[in-house]
C-alpha cells in the first residue's frame, strides 16, 4: 500500500492529549538477529512514523511522544509485523529475521497485548491447513467447529483480560484478531465446500449461518489495516456479489464477461454499503488489483473496469498504482521483449536478466528464505522440469531475504549457484515482474516472452 510519509513532529503535536502540555514517553526497542536490513520503520497505518538505525549490537530504539493509541506496524525490510501503542508503554522486542514472526518475543510494559497478537497471528497461520479439511462437512457441522475454535481463543482472551489491565480499544481488537479469522472462514464456506465436495450446487445454508453479519461494522476506520479485518470484508464483499450475480445477473456462465462484471459489481456493492473513504479507497485498490492480476491480458474489459475503478477511487495515489500495474501487465504479454532487472549473483556481482536469458530458452522463477515448505515443493518441481525438458535453463531469483541467509540456504539446499540469482530490491522486481504468486514464473526465449504468468506447478513448456 503506498505510505504516505507525514512529519513525526505534526503528528506528534496533533496527538498529545497531556493537560499538563508534556506528552507522555513511549519506548520501543528491542534486538533483531541476523537483521536484513540497516533500519526499523514504523507506521501508523500507512502514515510514516519514524525510523531507528541499528546500532553495532543490532539493536534499535524509538522514543516517541504524544502518539496516538491503536494499530501500529514496524517494518524491517522485506518483513513486517504489527506493534500495538499507548501512552506509557515501554515494549522491548527480541525476533530472529530467518523466524521472522516465529521467533517475535515482546516484553515490557505493553506487552500483552502484542503478544496476544502475534499469537493469534500465527495460531491463524497454522490452523488454515486444519480448516481446509472441514469444508466437506455440511454446514450445521462446519459451523459447530468454527464456534468451538473461535470459543477456545476467546477464552484465552478473557483469561488475559482477567490478569492484566487492559484498554477497551486493545480489548475491542484482540477480539478482532479472533472473530475475523473465523467470519472469513464461514464467508469462504460455500465455495470451498461446493469445490470438496464436487458438487454442481451450492450448499443450502440455515438463516443463522450468517448471523455474524449484523454485527460487524463495515466502516470499522480503526481496523482498515488490520488483515484479519480487511480479509474479511474482502471475502464478504465477494460472496455477496458471486451470489448476486449467480441469482440476478445471468452472465457467470460466460468466463471473460462473468469476470468483468463481477468485479463491477463488487465495486457498486462498496460504493453502496462503505462510507469511510479510507476504507472505502482501500477496497476499490483490492478489488482492482485482483481483477488485474487474474485476468493478467490487455483487453478492452480491462479497460472497461479501470475507467469504473477511476470513478469511484478518491484516491490518485491509488489510480496511478493500478495504471502501473496495468501498464506493466500489457509490458509483460507473449511476443513483447523481456523487461531489464538488475539482480546479483553468489559473488555479490550486478547481473542484468535479460543477459541472463538472452539466449535459448528460459524460466525464471521465484523463491523466498521465509518459506521453507514452499523453497522446497520448488526444488522439486525444478528437479522434475529439468529432466523433462533439458533445452531450457532453470533459474532461480531469491526475494524477500538477506543476502548472507540466501547464501546459506544455497549451501544447505546444494542448489546450482550458477543458475541462483538475488534481487536485493524486492519492489522493483516485484512491480517489474508482477509477483502476484508464490509459484509465479515466467518463460522466455531469447529473451521474447512465451507466458510470463506461467504456474510453476504446470508451466506450459
Not at 528460459?362 to 522434475?384: C, D, E
Amino acid at each position: 500500500m503506498i505510505r504516505f510519509l507525514l512529519g513525526l513532529s505534526l503528528f506528534s503535536i496533533l496527538a498529545c492529549t497531556d493537560k499538563s502540555g508534556e506528552c507522555p514517553t513511549v519506548f520501543f526497542g528491542g534486538e533483531i538477529v541476523n537483521p536484513t536490513s540497516e533500519y526499523v520503520v514504523l507506521y501508523r497505518n500507512d502514515t510514516y512514523i519514524d525510523s531507528a538505525k541499528l546500532d553495532t549490537g543490532n539493536r534499535f530504539s524509538f522514543k516517541l511522544q504524544g502518539i496516538e493509541e491503536g494499530l501500529y506496524h514496524f517494518d524491517h525490510n522485506p518483513e513486517l509485523q504489527y506493534l500495538y501503542l499507548q501512552e506509557g508503554d515501554s515494549i522491548l522486542i527480541r525476533l530472529n529475521t530467518m523466524e521472522f514472526d516465529e521467533s517475535l518475543v515482546f516484553s515490557g510494559e505493553g506487552s500483552e497485548i502484542n503478544n496476544f497478537l502475534i499469537e493469534m497471528f500465527l495460531a491463524n497461520e497454522k490452523e488454515e491447513h486444519e480448516v481446509y479439511g472441514l469444508f466437506h462437512l455440511p454446514p450445521e457441522e462446519f459451523r459447530s467447529k468454527m464456534d468451538s475454535l473461535q470459543a477456545a481463543k476467546l477464552e484465552h482472551l478473557n483469561e488475559l483480560v482477567a490478569e492484566n489491565k487492559l484498554s477497551e480499544k486493545a480489548i475491542n481488537l484482540a477480539k478482532a484478531s479472533v472473530n475475523f479469522q473465523s467470519y472469513t472462514h464461514r464467508e469462504a464456506y460455500p465455495f470451498y465446500h461446493k469445490k470438496k465436495t464436487g458438487k454442481e450446487e451450492f450448499p443450502n445454508l440455515p438463516d443463522s449461518f450468517y448471523a455474524y453479519r449484523k454485527t460487524v461494522n463495515l466502516n470499522d476506520r480503526e481496523l482498515a489495516y488490520f488483515r484479519p479485518y480487511f480479509d474479511y470484508i474482502k471475502y464478504h464483499f465477494g460472496n455477496l456479489s458471486y451470489m448476486a450475480c449467480m441469482e440476478d445477473c445471468g452472465v457467470m456462465e460466460k468466463p471473460a464477461l462473468g469476470r468483468l462484471h463481477y468485479n463491477k459489481h463488487k465495486l457498486s456493492l462498496v460504493d453502496s454499503l462503505v462510507d469511510d473513504n479510507e476504507l472505502r479507497n482501500l477496497l476499490f485498490r483490492n478489488i482492482a488489483m485482483d481483477y488485474l492480476l487474474r485476468e493478467h491480458s490487455a483487453s478492452q474489459e480491462c479497460q472497461i473496469f479501470i475507467d469504473k475503478f477511476r470513478k469511484l477511487s478518491s484516491s490518485d495515489e491509488h489510480k496511478q498504482e493500478i495504471n502501473d500495474l496495468y501498464d506493466g501487465i500489457q509490458k509483460l504479454q507473449p511476443n513483447k521483449e523481456l523487461p531489464d532487472v538488475s539482480i546479483v549473483d553468489v559473488n555479490n556481482e550486478p547481473v542484468s536478466i535479460k543477459e541472463i536469458g538472452k539466449d535459448g530458452k528460459t524460466l525464471f522463477y521465484f523463491w523466498t528464505g521465509s518459506q521453507k515448505k514452499h523453497l522446497k515443493n520448488v526444488i522439486k518441481y525444478v528437479a522434475k522440469y529439468q529432466k523433462k525438458h533439458p533445452e531450457y535453463r532453470f533459474v532461480g531469483i531469491n526475494v524477500k531475504t538477506g543476502y548472507t541467509q540466501w547464501q546459506n540456504l544455497l549451501e544447505e539446499h546444494n542448489l546450482d549457484k550458477a543458475n541462483q540469482f538475488h534481487a536485493a530490491d524486492f519492489e522493483e522486481i516485484q512491480t517489474t515482474m508482477i509477483l502476484d504468486d508464490l509459484y509465479k514464473c515466467v518463460i522466455t526465449e531469447d529473451n521474447v516472452i512465451v507466458d510470463a504468468f506461467a504456474n510453476l506447478k504446470k508451466p506450459q513448456m
